[in-house]
């Protein structure tokens, strides 16, 4: 709230002249080019990012009095805004992802019902080796992942329903493989063969889906503290291939009768 009340006070104080005569702004000062004189002014002084802020602030005021005809018009689309700068992703650190692997194989002093190494081992290197974002995670299903020759690709449905296809290298499919295997033993009561749109993250019941993803975030929790900010897809690969390949490989015949 600071910032916006700010970006409120520095905006009229240009232009009313100075901050004296901005607590006396009337409605009719707000003009297109005494908007576009102020917020040019301002982008002198201030980074893109509180330009894009400020901006925002005064169109969300300006709306308002526009529909409450307060105002002849919005000028605010008539003010130019500086764009931000595009900037790479952050890959994740060797040693995060190292701590983040290490604790998928210790045992807790205390196992409880709910916890699944092989399911965490799943969604944890699916989303470190595909750059699949939790969202993508949560709405993967069985039938999402076709075998390839070297390897296999995962269906992504993502963002906008935009679907994009993945392809995962032979240690990971082995890994889905052994995760598919133990949720078959955990669950021996559901039919032998299950639909492509069942959940792939699928949890013991009634622990909903998006509880297993944080069930299995929630293992690293040490070492996600000292994480960057870093976007999915973007760690030491070859770290996360060499866990993966150490997973434990997965029995044909158990894995074919869970898979569409």
Aim: glycine fraction near 4%; charged fraction near 25%.
């Amino acid at each position: 709230m600071k910032a916006y009340r700010q970006d409120f006070d520095a905006i009229a104080t240009l232009v009313a002249g100075d901050a004296a005569c901005a607590e006396r702004m009337a409605l009719g000062d707000i003009t297109t080019d005494s908007m576009r004189t102020a917020f040019a002014q301002y982008a002198e002084t201030h980074e893109a990012a509180s330009s894009q802020r400020c901006w925002s602030t005064w169109n969300v005021l300006c709306t308002f009095l526009y529909t409450s005809e307060l105002i002849a018009a919005n000028p605010m689309p008539l003010v130019g805004r500086p764009k931000l700068p595009k900037t790479l992703p952050k890959a994740l650190p060797t040693d995060s992802v190292a701590a983040l692997l290490a604790t998928l194989n210790e045992d807790p002093q205390r196992p409880r019902r709910t916890d699944w190494i092989a399911r965490d081992r799943a969604l944890i290197l699916t989303a470190l080796l595909a750059g699949l974002r939790a969202d993508e995670l949560l709405r993967a299903n069985v039938g999402d992942l076709r075998r390839t020759d070297d390897g296999a690709v995962i269906n992504v449905h993502g963002k906008g329903g935009k679907d994009r296809r993945i392809p995962i290298e032979p240690p990971l499919v082995e890994v889905l493989e052994h995760y598919l295997d133990s949720r078959a033993s955990r669950f021996p009561a559901t039919p032998t063969r299950r639909p492509p749109s069942s959940p792939a993250s699928a949890s013991t019941p009634p622990q909903p889906r998006h509880r297993a993803s944080r069930r299995a975030s929630k293992r690293s929790t040490s070492a996600a503290a000292r994480w960057p900010t870093w976007q999915p897809g973007t760690c030491t690969t070859p770290r996360c291939s060499a866990a993966a390949s150490r997973a434990p490989a997965s029995t044909p015949s158990t894995a074919s009768s869970t898979r569409s």
